[in-house]
């Protein structure tokens, strides 16, 4: 396992001289912020932040993301234009030393949460979903004035309606046609540099605002690795976005995919599942829904030896900051990712 943490760049609140005292602490995980989704990375850009982690003593190996454009989802011709960027990217971060890159497959909204600052039992807060505040949310009405926390802001509110109303003829069907044809361009080149492709699961893994979403599941993982059959198209595995709905098993999917090679970073973090959505939780299994040591050595047992980060932290200590990406929540669930890989290894050591 090769623990990784965050980080925002140089506006982070989080510094990298903070985040290398974590201990057991091994590579940043990063992207270029200065160029608009679907453009090319500068050279000087991608140097500019291998410097910076490399001074801190740190490994520039992982980036998250590599923004997928939304014209290449909804399977536009102008996609051409951003898949030759997209491939020019990875050779780029390829020549800089780049092993992983995460990206997603989310028509128009990333991650969704209705609440960034819920307060729980003990006083720190975290991010929350509760259906019913996202059934108030419309966004083909342009006079609905309800937004949700972690929306796009770079969109206006009728660029937000545009770019949803093109999706009103996207199947679920249509959207995976447009993963493959994405796959088939990127993966070779990804292949070439030996970097590996890892996506991430829709947050949370069903659909929203009647959006097709399809990297949801244990079919849709099989599917999505099928249409390329090359380790280099593999998994961010994220364990809050799948553990989010108990359909998802996850201890058994993080043991399957890493037996068969094909996670190459994992997001540890635990949620709560409620009958109306779910909350983030502290990384502790007893926080949460998730049995956390079971997938670590679901993980372990399979040979899995890619990168691992501590996913959204709560805020705690009164630290303020970007939600979910504070230190001090973020630097105790590595400590207890650093125990659970500890106690998985010896355990299947012992039974050697
Ligand atoms: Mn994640």
Request: charged share 25%.
């Amino acid at each position: 396992m090769k623990l990784s943490f965050r980080w925002y760049g140089e506006e982070d609140k989080v510094t990298l001289e903070q985040i290398r005292q974590i201990p057991g602490m091994r590579s940043i995980v990063t992207a270029v912020y200065d160029v608009p989704p679907g453009e090319v990375w500068s050279r000087e850009s991608i140097q500019r932040l291998k410097s910076l982690t490399e001074q801190a003593g740190l490994s520039f190996d992982v980036i998250e993301s590599v923004p997928v454009h939304e014209d290449i989802k909804l399977g536009l011709p102008t996609r051409e234009r951003y898949l030759e960027n997209y491939c020019e990217n990875i050779r780029r971060l390829g020549e800089a030393g780049v092993k992983c890159i995460c990206y997603n497959f989310m028509p128009v909204f990333d991650w969704t949460r209705t609440q960034l600052d819920h307060p729980l039992g003990d006083g720190s807060t975290s991010l929350v979903y509760y259906q019913e505040q996202v059934d108030k949310v419309n966004p083909l009405q342009s006079e609905s004035d309800l937004t949700l926390p972690g929306w796009d802001s770079s969109y206006t509110r009728e660029g937000l309606r545009d770019v949803v109303e093109k999706y009103q003829s996207i199947t679920e069907e249509k959207l995976w046609e447009n993963l493959r044809y994405f796959l088939q361009k990127v993966i070779p080149v990804a292949a070439q540099y030996d970097i590996n492709m890892a996506i991430h699961q829709d947050d949370p893994c069903w659909s929203i605002f009647g959006l097709p979403r399809i990297v949801t599941g244990e079919k849709e993982l099989d599917k999505l690795l099928s249409l390329v059959d090359d380790p280099h198209n593999g998994l961010t595995l994220c364990c809050g976005s799948l553990g989010c709905s108990a359909k998802n098993d996850v201890p058994k999917l993080a043991a399957k995919y890493a037996k068969m090679g094909r996670i190459h970073f994992v997001h540890l973090r635990n949620v709560q599942i409620l009958p109306n959505g779910f909350e983030e939780r502290a990384h502790l299994s007893s926080c949460g829904s998730l049995d956390m040591y079971a997938i670590v050595k679901g993980l372990v047992e399979n040979g899995f030896d890619g990168y691992v980060r501590p996913d959204h932290g709560r805020m705690i200590w009164g630290e303020t900051g970007r939600p979910g990406y504070g230190l001090y929540d973020r630097a105790l669930g590595a400590a207890y990712i650093n125990g659970l890989f500890e106690a998985a290894q010896k355990e299947l050591a012992a039974k050697k």
